[in-house]
């Protein structure tokens, strides 16, 4: 047990020598952006609130940018979740702090046409520009993101930003949620300088500055109900030192209301685990990854991609395709094991490609996935509690992917790449132009090519029908008057954009709004 | 509430079926499996744990290792692959992946390390070699280049189970390997600099 603020305290699941029960007005459930933020907004207005993390809390003293550490520490099943047939590797926080601890710090507001389409084809009344400038403005603050910095462009990113800019495809510089930056390169693994403004060492600190209880390393199980009120949350304490339950049951009552932000995938299994809702037929539906394809270049100089900010520059050229799925780039860092991963092949044909690590740059294309037809993938939870989630490829995504890897070509071989080496298995070799018809012709589908996620949006999709949605337009649950949604997995469709700073200020307007007395 | 007793303790058995519940295609794979049994038994442990395991059993630890041995590049045959390998890469016996593996597939839900489980023992009798290659015998006993042919046959199979397969043993063993400081130089990579501590 611990102490962080003035008045909340810090409580670790394998800390309880018995089954734990305590009463709140609130409980919050998830401690990434949705949740700090809900946290620190009631708490502030005065609400006893409890926070609840299945992660375990660590600090910048632990975070030794390696990535032998990072992943099964940091990330959501020790860095293993994977859609079902794992053709989509799932890149997901969990810690306190959530997704903020270890995303790459890009920050931007919903565009606008994303949020029209919310509007227009899902119901989502009263989510526009304007009322969210507001939050967006407070949270861009209390994040320091600035305007985009050329200085916090590293190589990796300045082949991106060289590419797009011969091709007139405008690149722009990505607005990041860093104070005093280093430019180390490690955000993914968490930073060690407390640079990053993650929601660690800014929103949690202020609920429990505000009065707010964490409860780290409990694995919340089941949301209680009486009626149409969720009543309590019950979780299973956790040894962190094995990730098991210890037997201890933590019970956590709430006067009020439940606040559910334990990200998208983990939100709808918990409701889907606590029968709430799992009536309509609708939780977990349309759950949206931004499914992301890499394609990597070599240059004759060192690019060293990783080091630096992971990223720096975008290019939503192709956001808007018309009827045909849009995409965005950007950039990934380059550390040996997530690119170990994502170079095909074994043995000496993987070595080949490990040997040039560091000439090597990684753009990524990331599917705008949910806008169209496309219903994305589903979250289903077994009987013995196993989380899954199923993501079929349609022919839909792959002409966008296959769409985007051209022009992903396009630009490394603009800005001046010896060769472009696709990560199809086996991959393709391209040297100029006409080689990219392969691309066309190459195979594409689960284990075909190395996809992954760093994006997980949906499967509790807001609206104004209940025949359509899980929550109202406002984040409260449709069957019940007292639970609220403040994470991403509320959002009807994918974003278009990074997710971090939508959640943030969606958060922050759903829990401004919940009635505290 | 999931039930997590069972997790830590050293199975005696191999678990069954959880990898091949995936419909037409896996309960093909089961009947098959069950009409070879010759193909299920015969295999060489040449690998011995370091340490007590928790997930794997010793035969277990022994064919992933073997399957290691050919993932990463220090034990490369030249046949499949090109130039030959390089003496500077470590094995992956040398970095002890299967230990590694071992204990960080503890840590996962129950049914995920009963899967992988399972996944190692089909992977070791063949079975999948009468959708592939038509080649059976245990993986441990294959010469190399035989090994890499069964590894290939899976990672290009129109199977998208045993293509997952595949995928699921060479990320295991690749993010063991390469997240190992001793590869770093190898690769180019200098390591993580040195930060200034910061003060609390």
Known sequence: MGRLGDHGQVRAGGDFQDNHTAEYDFVVVGSGPGGSMAAAILAGRGAHVALVEEGSRYTRRDFNMEESWAYPHLYQEHGNRATDDLSIIILQGRTVGGGTTVNWTSSFRTPDSTLALWASRHGVAGLDGAALAPHFAVVEQRLSIGPGNEDDVNRNNRKLWDGAAKLGWKPELIRRSVKGCARLGYCGMGCPLDAKQSALITYVPDALAAGADLYTDCRAKLIETDHRNARAVVAEALDRTRDRPTGRRVVLHARRGVVLAAGAINTPALLLRSHIGSGSGLLGLRTFLHPTVPLVAYYSEPIEGFYGPPQSVACHHFADRGDRIGYFFETAPIHPMLAALAFPGFGGEHRRAAERLAYAQATIALLIDGHHDDQGGRVTVDRDGRVRLSYPLRDAHVEAARDALANMARVQLAAGAQAVVTLHDPPLLIRNESDIAQIARAEFGANRHTLFSAHQMGGCAMGGDPATSVVDAHGRHHDLDNLWITDGSIFPTSLGVNPQLSIYAIARMIAGQIPTA | ?200
């Open chain 2, 1 to 200: 509430m999931s039930s997590d007793a069972s997790a830590g303790a050293t199975p005696a058995s191999p678990p069954r079926r959880g990898f091949l519940k995936k419909g037409i295609l896996g309960a093909a794979l089961l009947f098959v499996g069950g009409a070879i049994p010759i193909a299920l038994r015969g295999g060489i442990d040449r690998a011995r744990p370091r340490g007590a395991l928790r997930l794997f059993t010793p035969r277990e630890y022994a064919i992933f290792a073997a399957i290691a041995a050919r993932i990463v590049p220090g034990d490369a045959a030249p046949a499949a692959a090109g130039p030959g390998p390089s003496p500077a890469w470590p094995t992956a016996e040398a970095l002890d992946c299967a230990g590694k593996a071992d204990a960080l597939m503890a840590q996962a839900h129950p049914s995920v390390g009963a899967e992988l489980r399972q996944l190692l023992h089909l992977f070791e009798s063949g079975v999948g070699g009468v959708f592939t290659n038509l080649q059976v015998s245990p993986f441990t006993r294959l010469a190399p280049t035989e090994m890499d042919a069964r590894l290939t046959a899976w990672r290009t199979s129109h199977l998208t189970l045993l293509r997952s397969g595949y995928q699921a043993l060479k990320r295991l063993a690749q993010a063991t390997y390469y997240s190992s400081p001793e590869v770093y130089p190898l690769m180019g990579y200098p390591g993580p600099p040195v930060v200034p501590q910061v003060p609390a």
